[in-house]
């Protein structure tokens, strides 16, 4: 099925490990974007790549690393995990702006 | 300090009634408003939007109100239905910067049988 792909769905990491999370998406989109959602917040933007070789900070970038692979994927990179940085990751991609944002179904991320 | 409030954690209506979802944001500089659907282990789906020019915007069971002096947008679902059983995200944002949207906390609609 059409759609962004994000792996592993869940992982727990001890403080100070590192970890890639994946994205891929199949729809042609040129834009990507890694938001996290915690309790008692909203979705809060992490980075976001408008297109293939750009990336951008978000609202809450400190911890976090990005790439733009291709167009298909754009992964995020947490160098040194704190628990502060335990959360659910969701990737996005859309072609045009908000209203044709396509999301994955997560990754539950814990920091112990 | 939030921008983007959803005060109504939780609402439950009857099947066939109406669910109203309220959303109030504090930035005048917002032109473009979303509502996001989410079912558990899933991301979010986009479900209607609108823009500032507008004060309704329509698409079947769905209508988003925005009245723009009280700075608050509602959600009307008619006939609710078991399915539409989520939770509900109002976003907002700039079109002209619209890669940041500010997100509510969402409300979680139970519709019962």
């Known amino acids: 099925n059409a759609g962004v792909t994000q792996t592993p769905k869940f992982q727990v990491l001890k403080t100070g490990q590192s970890m890639t999370l994946q994205c891929a998406q199949d729809?042609?989109?040129?834009?990507m974007y890694w938001y996290r959602q915690d309790p008692g917040m909203g979705l809060r933007l992490i980075y976001y790549?408008?297109?293939?070789?750009?990336?951008d900070k978000g609202e809450v970038p400190n911890g976090y690393n990005v790439s733009r692979l291709n167009k298909r994927e754009f992964s995020l990179r947490l160098e040194s995990a704190a628990p502060s940085q335990t959360s659910v990751y969701f990737c996005?991609?859309?072609?045009?702006?908000?209203?044709?944002?396509?999301f994955g179904s997560g990754t539950r991320l814990t920091v112990v | 300090d939030q921008q983007v409030k959803q005060n109504s954690p939780s609402l439950s209506v009857q099947e066939g009634r109406i669910s109203i979802l309220n959303c109030d944001y504090t930035n005048s500089m917002f032109d473009y408003f979303l509502w996001y659907k989410k079912y558990p282990a899933e991301g979010p789906t986009f479900l209607i939007s609108?823009?500032?020019i507008k004060d309704k915007n329509e698409d079947g069971r769905f209508t988003v109100f925005l009245n723009k002096s009280a700075k608050h947008l509602s959600l009307h679902i008619v006939p609710s239905q078991p399915g539409d059983s989520a939770v509900y995200f109002c976003a907002a944002g700039n079109a002209g910067n619209n890669r940041k949207l500010i997100w509510g906390l969402g409300t979680s609609l139970a519709v019962n049988p």
């Open positions: 609108i823009s500032s």
């Open positions: 729809m042609n989109h040129n834009s």
């Open positions: 790549s408008a297109s293939e070789g750009t990336t």
């Open positions: 996005a991609s859309s072609a045009l702006g908000p209203d044709d944002y396509t």
